[in-house]
Each structure stands twice: as C-alpha cells, then as structure tokens.
C-alpha cells in the first residue's frame, strides 16, 4: 500500500493583514476561493427585490423546457428568477399535463440543466438565482434559457443504520460480495478458495461452490440473474449455473497463464443468451469466453502490462485498462469473422497505471430486465431480452452518449466520450493518493470515487465537474456503492467501518461499527430491498439495513 501523502489541511499563519491561508483545501470551505460555491451544498434562499438590484440580476428571465432527447416542451415562458426546483418541477407537470391528458405527472419528480452557451449543461441545485450568480454569461434578458429536466427514481431507499445479520462460514478475508440482480440472492469470495451463495431472505448459506484452488479475487453474476462467474489467483475461471438452489460449476482451468484480475458478463440486450464473459489477467491479455459450450472466442492482445480491469459496453465496446497507463477499445458488437475484437482507438492520459473504470450505463447493464420500482421477473427469455432492450433505450434516449471514466495510481481520473474520440474531455484532480474505485450513481446523474487518501469524492456525472468531498474515514477507503434511488451512497474503509452518505450533506448520516477489521467488499442490493452488504478481513459478512 502507498505510503501517506502529505496533509491536506489548509495552515494558517497570522499577520496584522488578518489571516493568510495555504495548502489544497477545495471549495467553499477555502476563504480564499470568495468566488466558489459548491453546487450541492448552497442555501437555498430567494432573494428580495433589492437584493436582486444589489447583485444586478433581472427579476425574470424566458426559458424554454426540454426532454431529455433535446426535444421542445411547452412555449417560451417568462419566469421569476426566484424560482426554485420545487417551483420550476410544478411548472413542467402542469405544461406535460396539457400534452398528455391521459397522464397524470404530479407525483413525477425532475432533475433541471440549464444550457450554457458552450453548450455544457450545469444541474440547476437550489433556484435560478444561484444559477445566474454562478454564471453571469446567462445573466441576458433577450436570450432564451434552456432548461432540460430528467426524471428522478418515483420510489425511496430507506437508509441503513443497523447490522441485521452477520453471516459466518468463510475461514478467510473476504475480498468480494455482490448481490444478484434480482436482488434475491447474495454471492461472496475470498481467501478461502470457496464461493459461498446467500439466501438473502433468511441470511443462511444455500450451497458452497468449491473448485478454487487458490484466492478468489473477482466475482460476477449474469444480468439474468441465472449464472455466476468467479476468477482466481491461479487464471482458474469457473461459471455457476444457479438451479434448484445449486451452483453447478463449469470449470476452465487455464483461461489464463496468471491470475484472473477482472471479469464482466455481456449485457443483456446485446445478447438473449447471456451466455458471454469477458475476463482480463496480469498475463497481460483479454478473453472473451462462451459459458455454454466452455471456450475461448477470442483473444485479445496488445497491452504491454497487466490488464487491471474490463467492463463491457451498452453500445457493444470492450473497455480494458492495463498497467501500462493505456485504456483500449475494442469491438464487441460484430460476428466473430467479420471484425470482433478489432482494436478501435487506444485512450491515453494517464500518468500511471489505471485501476478502474466506470460506465455511465453501468446500473443499467448490471440489472438487465429487473425493475426496482416494479420488482418484476421475467420466467422467459424473449421477455427479459425485450424488457432489458426497452430499459436501455429509455436510458439512452437520443442525446445520451455513454461516458467512461478511469482512475489512476497517478491520484487522478479523467472523462471520457470513448465511443467517438480517444482525447479526454476533463481531467479531475483533487485526490492526494491513487484511486481505489469508481462508482455512477443509478441515473448517472453523479459519480464518486474512493481514494487512500480516506476521502470520498462525489463529481457531476454529465460534466465531470467537481461537488463535494466526504470526508470522515481515518483509514484508506476502498469501495463505494450507490442505493438504487441515487439519494445515498456508502463507503467501505480500512478503518473497519462502513460509513452511508446522503446527497446535499457534508457529514456521513450514519457510521456504521461492527466489523473487527478492514473492510474490502461492499455492495448495495439492486432492488433496493436487501440493504448492504460489506465483507471484511474478519471473515464475516454483515447486513445492514433500515
């Protein structure tokens, strides 16, 4: 592990000026940064009429409403710039009422972007007015203000404050837990060599799948909830069938000549099998592999170093990231003869090595045909292919490019449009130690990265821009996980605590003790309904929910 940085708290020293103030304090918390204001932690305020002299801001302004696809809602309106979410969410039900009769949107809440001029988008947080202030170049009164809004999740994940179960059985660190996305069963791996299946209604271990032989360092289910997939320090990757309450496992012994550093299933929507993995290892290459018939489809070379991690796209890209600083793109979206894996652009940026990757459309791909909201299950395969096909196509809507961003030993990440240019967008600094893990929110709204410097760094998910540091952790945090209402967000730490976080709080709302060491592994059900899942170097996994 990296040794600690040096201290980012900012000193002062005093003079007869006043204070003079030093150091990488971010924010609003930095007097000398007068200008700054973090926007999700602004107070939400209107000011008066003299006040809006005072500031030179017009008492109104003209906006004009649109959908997510970019789409005109309603006519051009003159509107106070008092006007707050709450007021501006009112304005858009009574105008999509008027559109559709047959639809009642009151219940609806909405998410608000105003349309700079550069055409960035910023998240409207608290009212017009701190809009303005933040961005004078919108202050025209002749000039129509665009405002587009996205849908919020209808349903509310209750927060977790309380250890409901620990479960015991493994006699070893245990490195990962992931629930199904179903959100019916729970899977964990470790040091032990076994991968244990939970049943998350009673919290007793349904079946012990061995065939390891050595630690189980990544873990992953099929979006159909039907199969498991487990890689090892060996290069041995096993798949589980899940039937009848039974793992049956599909072993291949040597799907790498090292070991195995990550795994990641094909979506759903690309393929109705669901029958497709993709695993990277230290031997520095990637293979894709058919789980029925148990062989190797391809693989793909060119990284000079390990390749540390492999996410597979909504869009049908293989996304890998390699200890020699370098992101690669390949096609994952083209017949086997005909140009799968055909190495599209290479990404380069990065100072060190890369550790992580995060795809926009991560949650999306994860769940596949399952809703949260409806809780729904599909028995046949064309339903759940035509449901999963359907859930990514409102995700993406029109307008919507999938975003990837990396994180690196060099203490940065950086933004990226890969599927139509190899240039960053932005690079993010603020991070004193390298990179544990990156993590977009359900809606893709928000991203938050987990760092050795004990801190939590929460980013806009569509600009990259920076909005608030968690902090609270005294030890190295190595996993962070979204509720599938985009409202929390929890973090697992060296200091063997899980800490849960809301958005629009500095503080951590709850502390969450029990664990009697480090704790490696973290995951929030998907459907909202199993709580938290964290696993620690204790050998036990706890539950944690409201």
Avoid at 200 to 224: A, E, F, M, R, Y
Avoid at 289 to 305: A, P
Avoid at 464 to 491: E, I, N, P
Wanted: proline residues 4%.
């Amino acid at each position: 592990m990296s040794n600690p940085g040096t201290s980012t708290w900012a000193t002062s020293t005093a003079t007869k000026k006043g204070i003079v103030w030093s150091g990488s304090l971010l924010g609003s918390h930095n007097p000398s940064n007068l200008g700054y204001q973090e926007p999700r932690y602004q107070k939400r305020y209107k000011l008066t009429e003299e006040q809006l002299l005072d500031k030179k801001l017009p008492s109104s302004l003209i906006i004009q409403f649109r959908n997510k696809d970019g789409e005109e809602v309603g006519e051009n309106m003159d509107v106070p710039t008092t006007s707050n979410c709450e007021e501006l969410c009112t304005l858009l039900h009574s105008l999509l009422d008027e559109e559709d009769q047959s639809t009642s949107n009151k219940k609806q809440p909405y998410a608000f972007y105003a349309t700079l001029e550069n055409g960035e988008e910023v998240e409207i947080t608290s009212s017009i007015t701190s809009l303005l202030t933040n961005y004078q170049s919108l202050l025209s009164t002749e000039k129509v203000l665009e405002i587009k809004y996205q849908p919020l999740a209808l349903f509310r994940v209750r927060p977790v404050t309380r250890c409901t179960d620990t479960l015991q059985g493994h006699t070893e660190a245990i490195l990962h837990v992931s629930f199904s996305p179903d959100g019916k069963q729970l899977a964990s791996g470790g040091g032990d060599t076994t991968v244990r299946f939970w049943d998350i209604q009673t919290n007793t271990c349904k079946t012990i799948g061995k065939g390891h032989k050595n630690h189980v360092l990544c873990v992953s289910w099929s979006p159909d909830s039907r199969r498991f997939a487990s890689g090892d320090k060996s290069g041995m990757l096993i798949s589980w069938d899940i039937k009848h309450g039974k793992a049956l496992p599909n072993i291949l012994r040597n799907a790498h000549k090292k070991f195995i550093t990550s795994i990641c299933w094909e979506p759903l929507h690309l393929n109705s099998k669901c029958e497709r993995i993709v695993s990277s290892s230290k031997d520095g290459t990637i293979r894709v592999w058919n789980v029925r018939t148990q062989s190797c489809e391809i693989t793909l070379s060119g990284h000079l170093d390990s390749v540390e991690c492999v996410v597979w796209s909504g869009e049908g890209l293989l996304y890998s990231a390699s200890r020699d600083r370098t992101i690669k793109v390949w096609a994952a979206n083209l017949p086997l003869n005909q140009g799968f894996g055909k190495l599209i652009r290479t990404l380069q940026g990065h100072a060190h090595r890369v550790n992580t990757l995060a795809l926009s459309c991560e949650y999306v791909t994860r769940t596949g045909p399952f809703d949260p909201m409806t809780y729904t299950f599909y028995t046949n395969e064309e339903g759940a292919y035509q449901h999963a096909c359907q859930k990514y196509k409102d995700f993406k809507g029109n307008s919507e490019s999938e975003r990837l961003i990396s994180g690196s030993d060099d203490n940065t990440l950086i933004f990226w449009d890969p599927t139509v240019s190899k240039h960053p967008i932005k690079r993010l600094t603020g991070h004193q130690q390298l990179v544990n893990h990156i993590a977009f929110s359900p809606d893709a709204r928000y991203f938050a990265s987990a760092s050795f410097d004990k801190k939590v760094k929460l980013w806009d998910g569509k600009t990259g821009q920076y909005l608030a540091t968690f902090t609270g952790h005294v030890g190295a945090v190595y996993r962070v996980a979204w509720s599938s209402d985009s409202r929390y967000l929890c973090s697992a730490s060296k200091d063997s605590t899980v800490k849960l976080w809301q958005l629009g709080e500095k503080n951590a709302v709850e502390t969450l003790p029990g664990h009697a060491d480090e704790v490696y592994a973290l995951d929030w059900s998907p459907s909202g309904r199993g709580g938290v899942a964290s696993g620690s170097k204790d050998r036990t996994i706890k539950i944690w929910k409201h």
